[in-house]
């Protein structure tokens, strides 16, 4: 989201597709659409048009969807399933997955054309596990949005909540708090 707020196309669609969500069999006509009895269905590229699709899980994304997906962003169109006229694609594709995509590929279940597509400006983000020094400034952003934004009541975490290298640092102090709903 942060991508898509801070460029040319912020005022513009932010279409989000969950593939570890999307049925077996159905991967296509999510991205793609559908054209059938006269009746168009708009898939999440058409729907992101001018904005941008946020592919989370792509790992997810079934093998005939990946090179379809792969030839759209090759050729710059697509057709909808049961369609006959090209569609232009006109959105920024950005994609996210938890797994190694380059194992992936060499295992023949991620297409490697698409892992080039998609790989022109990776993004490596750590595990929380890896940077549990971030763990406090992410709980107390959680806990300013439940305060300030949603307008719930202030609860404190107890100390056994807290990460244990927090523990240490924060022994007498107040330690991170919460809002609850339901008071």
Do not use: C, W
């Amino acid at each position: 989201r942060y991508l898509h707020h801070h460029s040319a196309r912020a005022s513009q669609p932010f279409i989000v597709l969950n593939a570890s969500g999307v049925t077996k069999g159905g991967s296509a006509f999510e991205l793609f659409g559908r054209e059938q009895d006269g009746k168009v269905e708009y898939g999440k590229l058409e729907q992101a048009a001018g904005g941008t699709l946020f592919l989370d899980e792509i790992a997810e994304l079934e093998i005939s969807a990946q090179a379809q997906l792969e030839a759209a962003l090759e050729t710059g169109e697509f057709l909808r399933v049961g369609g006959a006229a090209p569609v232009k694609l006109n959105a920024r594709v950005v994609a996210a997955t938890a797994k190694d995509l380059l194992r992936l590929v060499s295992e023949n279940k991620f297409r490697e054309d698409l892992f080039y597509q998609l790989n022109v400006v990776p993004i490596k983000i750590p595990s929380l596990v890896e940077r549990k020094e971030d763990v406090p400034m992410l709980l107390q952003e959680a806990v300013d949005r439940f305060n300030l934004v949603d307008r719930l009541p202030f609860r404190e975490f107890s100390f056994a909540a807290q990460p244990r290298g927090e523990r240490r640092r924060a022994k007498g102090s107040r330690g991170a708090g919460i809002a609850k709903a339901g008071g």
